[in-house]
């Protein structure tokens, strides 16, 4: 599973012309701890998850990638 990307987090910030630092001062985390999210090198738990998307105004769905 090592390599395989779960998160799409970098991806949306992209879309929406966003920074990660930008996120990671509205989701209450420092810059690191958004990189390591945007890098999939940790994940979010569900909460954290959860306001990013509310910050971002996106279906939770659409910081993850499918798995079908």
């Known amino acids: 599973m090592a390599g395989i990307p779960i998160n799409r987090i970098k991806e949306v910030l ?3 012309g966003r920074t990660q630092t930008w996120l990671a001062e509205r989701i209450g985390k420092s810059y690191v701890v958004v ?3 945007c890098n999939n090198k940790t994940q979010p738990n569900l909460e954290v998850l959860r306001r990013m998307a509310e910050v971002l105004d996106v279906d939770i769905r659409a910081l993850l990638w499918g798995t079908r």
Do not use: V
């Open 14 to 16: 992209k879309e929406q």
């Open 35 to 37: 990189t390591n999210y």
